[in-house]
């Protein structure tokens, strides 16, 4: 998950890298906007995966089938 968010975080590092040289920012400028769109990329990632995955889990827990206790008994066995 780490991966994806970080990965995430890189290409928005040269999108942004790459728009703030097409617009003719100072070096400075564009290194600030950078590194803070760098970070919010990485944590609305990071949070955006854990809501999938938990949105994910509790989609299994609550289409699990049901745990029933006579399901689980063994069959009576028939003594002669």
Do not use: H, W
């Amino acid at each position: 998950m780490r991966q994806l968010a970080l990965t995430a975080a890189i290409i928005t590092f040269f999108a942004m890298v790459a728009g703030g040289i097409y617009s003719g920012q100072t070096p400075f400028a564009c290194a600030i906007r950078c590194v803070v769109g760098t970070v919010a990329a990485y944590i609305a990632a990071t949070l955006a995966l854990k809501l999938a995955v938990s949105v994910m889990i509790k989609s299994v827990v609550e289409n699990a089938p049901a745990d029933d206790d006579e399901a689980m008994e063994e069959p009576a066995v028939e003594q002669e």
